[in-house]
Nanobody
Framework: QVQLVESGGGLVQAGGSLRLSCAAS????????MGWLRQPPGKEREFVAA????????LYSESVKGRFTISRDNAKNTVYLQMNLLKPEDTAVYYC??????????????WGQGTQVTVSS
């Protein structure tokens, strides 16, 4: 089992920034590719970003490319999502996930509980 706990969500104005963190415990963190998905109000969950086990490879959805950056610190068992130039359409519950690879569709076997991000216009 891998336990994932997200933090860092909140309310921010459009154009602002937030950094999400996801702390992992349990099985060896660097055995897993990590990623972020989000679920906007009334919509399906969607892929945001993923990072390989070593951190050497990243993937982004087109909607966040150039604005969001995913990173990981394997010594701290933590993955991050730096979100800049936030837009109201980024409003969603953001979930951290652990998967066997970054192949799309990104399919976590373990999920966090989610953290709310609200971007006001």
């Amino acid at each position: 089992q891998v336990q994932l706990v997200e933090s860092g969500g909140g309310l921010v104005q459009a154009g602002g920034s937030l950094r999400l963190s996801c702390a992992a415990s349990g099985r060896t963190f660097n055995n897993y590719a990590m990623g972020w998905l989000r679920q906007p109000p009334g919509k399906e969950r969607e892929f945001v970003a993923a990072i390989s086990r070593s951190g050497g490879s990243t993937l982004y959805s087109e909607s966040v490319k150039g604005r969001f950056t995913i990173s990981r610190d394997n010594a701290k068992n933590t993955v991050y999502l730096q979100m800049n130039l936030l837009k109201p359409e980024d409003t969603a519950v953001y979930y951290c996930g652990a998967a066997v690879s970054t192949n799309l569709p990104f399919s976590p076997g373990f999920w966090g509980q989610g953290t709310q991000v609200t971007v006001s216009s």
